[in-house]
């Protein structure tokens, strides 16, 4: 029960922050705020759902969604695995993050099995409630110091040094038209860059602004 009163309010929240008031791009991105991240080629959202891949790990899969509605693509920023991060921390170029995926509370994975369409590395989320390990950390790449809503960011999987990315390559049935997410080694690609749009923005800490 109090399970869903958390995501009732947060579809609520929601609604509230994505009307025109709040499309401030200076708004902070904190921990504990819950954000849809959007690749700056594709446009596709980040994105999970209760499919697994059927090859590689056989984690729970990770695509990139046009749909701008999805819950499934909502993700709960926290701080580095095994730390806590409190709510409201203003993030910063050069920290260690980790995104929970809302809906099945598992975190956003990398490790060296190879993505199913590109050959590249294999994205997944990982965990049960919301526990995972050290495949979960991924360092913020910016420009300017601070994560603000809207800035261009780029997240680098701390444990292979490879950079997360939407491949612009797109899946059939069961998840037709979603396209793979997956890690490169490179980051000099737009596929590599993404913002943090419309979701849940905890106000910054006094002290951290």
């Known amino acids: 029960m109090k399970r869903f009163c958390f995501f009732a309010f947060c579809l609520f929240c929601l609604l509230y922050t994505n009307s025109s008031h709040c499309q401030d791009e200076q708004v902070p991105v904190t921990c504990g705020s819950i954000i849809r991240l959007q690749n700056l080629e ?10 697994n891949y059927g090859s590689g790990s056989r984690q729970q899969s990770v695509t990139g969604l046009r749909n701008t509605d999805s819950t499934g693509s ?3 920023v926290k701080g580095k695995h095994g730390t806590e991060c409190p709510q409201g921390r203003i993030l910063a170029n050069g920290d260690i993050i980790r ?3 809302l809906t099945t509370r598992k975190n956003l994975h990398s ?3 190879k993505s199913p369409l590109s050959n590249n590395q294999e994205v997944s989320v990982y965990g049960q409630n919301s526990r995972g390990d050290s495949g979960d950390n991924f360092q913020l790449v910016l420009e300017n110091g601070k994560w603000h809503r809207d800035k261009a960011i780029i997240l680098k999987h701390e444990k292979t040094n490879s950079y997360l990315a939407d491949s ?3 899946y059939g049935k069961p998840v037709g038209g979603q396209t793979e997410i997956c890690t490169l080694k490179n980051n000099d690609s ?3 860059k993404w913002k943090a749009t419309y979701g849940i923005y ?3 800490e006094r002290n951290g602004i």
């Open 190 to 192: 737009q596929s590599t």
């Open 168 to 170: 612009s390559k797109q």
């Open 202 to 204: 905890f106000p910054a």
């Open 99 to 101: 995104l929970e995926h």
């Open 74 to 76: 909502l993700w709960l």
């Open 42 to 51: 594709t446009n596709h959202y980040l994105h999970s759902h209760n499919i």
């Open 111 to 113: 490790h060296q099995y």
